[in-house]
């Protein structure tokens, strides 16, 4: 009698979960409790190369809006190549496409205001992605090691770009960035070999340590005069720099700022000329 009780209790346990969800052209959609929202919790089967993330889904007769892709919800899925996303999406989970080396390009809506950390790791293909607007941070690890992505564009509201953001983005020769940005990250662009030229803008007060790490093409750096802080080896092995301005004298500078940068002689601080020493051993 027991056992026939527990069975009973399952199967309605089973039941529950499956009228919270609903599997559609491949993707899994599971409703955020006590919303009209849902999320794509991942995928079942195979899916088609080109994914249309619909605006809303009907489960058991009632309408949900799409807002949520959860964690690893296209986690290492290689075969998509395009993905449509919808204009009510807010939030892109941690490692939500993580290794997806299909990708080529993607257009993000403006309703996505949060990207989680990883969330494009070493999509290796993805040559171009627009960031939209209302995007408030870039988290640690989020294009980490993207080495076809060329250019990106800092939205406005983005006050800080993480650790490792865009780190080993080997082919990224362009970023254009935004006035409001306050703060580079540990390593935020270090290993992106394609970068010649930085202009930084006016609201950046703090650049962490190694954040241009190994930027090895870049020439010229042109920092803002409210700049306050320029942390430990910010510029370390950029072998190609040759000319450092920076306005503001009392900006802090941290240990061997441009270590092992042997074409940059000396650089500008406020009105002060400062004269690096380089020897053999920093080849």
Do not use: H
Not at 9 to 19: D, E, K, Q
Not at 120 to 149: D, Q
Request: charged share 20%; aromatic share 12%.
């Amino acid at each position: 009698m027991k056992r026939v009780v527990f069975f009973i209790c399952f199967l309605m346990f089973l039941g529950g979960i499956n009228a919270q969800t609903l599997t559609e052209n491949g993707l899994v959609f599971s409703v955020i409790e006590g919303t009209s929202q849902v999320s794509v919790k991942g995928i079942r089967g195979s899916l088609s190369k080109e994914v249309v993330i619909p605006t809303t889904v009907e489960i058991k007769g009632k309408t949900y809006l799409v807002s949520l892709i959860e964690e690893e919800g296209f986690y290492m899925c290689s075969e998509v190549k395009k993905i449509t996303f919808p204009n009510c999406l807010i939030r892109i989970g941690k490692r939500a496409f993580y290794m997806c080396n299909g990708l080529v390009d993607l257009t993000l809506p403006q309703s996505v205001a949060y990207i989680e950390k990883e969330a494009f790791f070493m999509c290796k293909s993805l040559y171009t992605i627009l960031l939209p607007s209302s995007l408030k941070s870039i988290e640690e690890r989020c294009f980490w090691s993207c080495s076809s992505l060329s250019f990106v564009k800092i939205p406005d509201n983005v006050k800080s770009i993480d650790r490792e953001a865009f780190f080993g983005c080997s082919a990224l020769s362009s970023v254009e960035f935004n006035q409001g940005l306050e703060v580079i990250d540990r390593l935020a662009f270090g290993n992106c070999f394609a970068l010649m030229e930085l202009s930084l803008p006016k609201s950046l007060v703090e650049v962490g340590d190694q954040a241009f790490w190994s930027c090895s093409s870049l020439q010229r750096v042109n920092f803002s005069p409210f700049i306050a802080k320029i942390g430990d080896s910010a510029f370390g092995q950029c072998g190609a720099l040759n000319k450092v301005v920076i306005p503001a004298k009392d900006v802090v500078m941290g240990k061997d700022v441009f270590e092992f940068c042997p074409e940059l002689k000396s650089y500008k601080k406020g009105e002060e000329t400062i004269k690096l020493i380089f020897t053999l051993e920093d080849i």
